[in-house]
């Protein structure tokens, strides 16, 4: 079982930003009938899922990627200020794939990529993560 929005996310590489608001306008349908919660739990062996009036299929291969984001990147695919985001590093990439956490845009490290939104989610709400940072000083 899977609630709608991470099955949507996992599938399609969606923004949840985007999801919701395709909610709000009536463009989800579970089995032909518009969907009102992102809750709402599917049965992926039988439940049909469409997004703006396109069946969303499911794939079973999920991909991970690492990628050593530099610095000055937003960890985002799409930046509404212009700012340089993972858009460009990810043209090669045909799968909807999004960044499990964040990196500040002055940072620069490793970053995983994936289309699982499972492990996205896991990763994320985790509340014992610790952030380690290493630091260089070049001058004193």
């Known amino acids: 079982m899977m609630?709608?929005?991470?099955?949507?996310?996992?599938?399609?590489?969606?923004?949840?930003?985007?999801?919701?608001?395709?909610?709000?306008?009536?463009?989800?349908?579970?089995?032909?009938?518009t969907a009102n919660s992102l809750t709402q739990k599917l049965d992926l062996a039988k439940d049909k899922v469409s997004l703006a009036g396109t069946v969303i299929r499911k794939r079973s291969d999920f991909v991970y990627y690492k990628f050593f984001k530099p610095k000055n990147v937003i960890t985002s695919r799409k930046d509404p200020e212009g700012r340089p985001d993972l858009s460009s590093y990810l043209m090669r990439v045909h799968e909807p794939v999004v960044p499990v956490g964040r990196l500040d845009r002055q940072t620069r490290g490793l970053l995983f990529l994936t289309n699982d939104g499972n492990l996205t989610l896991r990763s994320v709400m985790k509340r014992s993560w610790t952030n380690l940072y290493l630091l260089r000083i070049w001058r004193v």
């Open 3 to 33: 609630t709608l929005e991470q099955f949507i996310a996992s599938q399609t590489g969606t923004p949840r930003r985007e999801i919701f608001a395709a909610l709000k306008r009536g463009h989800i349908q579970v089995n032909g009938k």
